[in-house]
């Protein structure tokens, strides 16, 4: 079954630290995966997905994220936090396995707080 | 803004009331879904529309009732809720979906439902 772990309710880092905001996942087949983030009484943004190719993935407003096949996982991560980073994170999962309708299965969130 | 607009931004109901909400993008898109998000839950797929049919739709109670009359359009119609129902109900888009593919879905800003 496909499944994803967002091990940290809330996260909380000084501006201008780097940032990681954790992320595993389980699935049958190759992972498609993706972050958003939510900012409050807002929808959710794309951040940025991996597919295929390079581990390193590059995304909105300085983000990234790497993707390791041997320990399925997909840390979000920033060189430098700004306050503005404050919101809501969440981890995505599709199921490249046939058998599958092809639908995103996301992490319950993590609460990055960034403060001045 | 992502090209996802949702109305109401804010709905209050009582349990006997009928209600609706609107979804619309202005992407080209041809897959629709409503999801629902919850406090402290992970977001729940409820619905997904790809080319106007209904693919997927996740044991959602009878009293929520999905409308998707063209790929551009998708209404959620709501009836005898209970308080649980209480929630953030979001809307999102996408290429289009199936279980190869590998398409961003683009969220509106969703709809926040008080049942009283």
């Known amino acids: 079954a496909q499944s994803v772990a967002q091990p940290e309710d809330q996260v909380n880092v000084a501006e201008g630290n780097p940032l990681t905001v954790k992320c595993t996942y389980s699935?049958?087949?190759?992972?498609?995966l993706f972050w958003y983030v939510q900012y409050p009484n807002r929808g959710l943004q794309f951040l940025l997905k991996?597919?295929?190719?390079?581990?390193l993935v590059k995304g909105s407003y300085g983000f990234e994220a790497e993707f390791n096949k041997s320990q399925t996982s997909f840390h979000l991560k920033k060189p430098s936090a700004l306050v503005s980073d404050s919101a809501l994170y969440f981890c995505a999962v599709r199921d490249s396995f046939s058998g599958n309708t092809g639908k995103l299965i996301f992490g319950q969130g993590t609460t990055l707080q960034v403060k001045p | 803004e992502t090209g996802v607009t949702q109305t109401p931004r804010h709905l209050v109901m009582g349990m006997t009331n009928k209600k609706s909400l609107k979804c619309e993008q202005h992407?080209?898109?041809?897959?629709m879904y409503w999801y629902k998000q919850s406090a402290k839950k992970p977001l729940e797929l409820m619905f997904v529309y790809n080319f106007k049919e209904q693919t997927e739709n996740n044991s959602v109670p009878s009293r929520f009732s999905p409308e998707c009359p063209n790929s551009s359009h998708l209404f959620l119609h709501l009836h005898t809720l209970q308080p649980e129902d209480s929630a953030l109900y979001l809307c999102?888009?996408?290429?289009?979906?199936?279980?190869?593919?590998?398409?961003?879905?683009?969220f509106g800003p969703g709809t926040r439902l008080t049942v009283l």
């Open positions: 992407l080209g898109h041809n897959a």
């Open positions: 999102a888009s996408s290429p289009r979906q199936g279980p190869i593919s590998t398409d961003t879905q683009y």
């Open positions: 991996y597919i295929t190719g390079d581990n």
């Open positions: 699935v049958s087949g190759n992972p498609y």
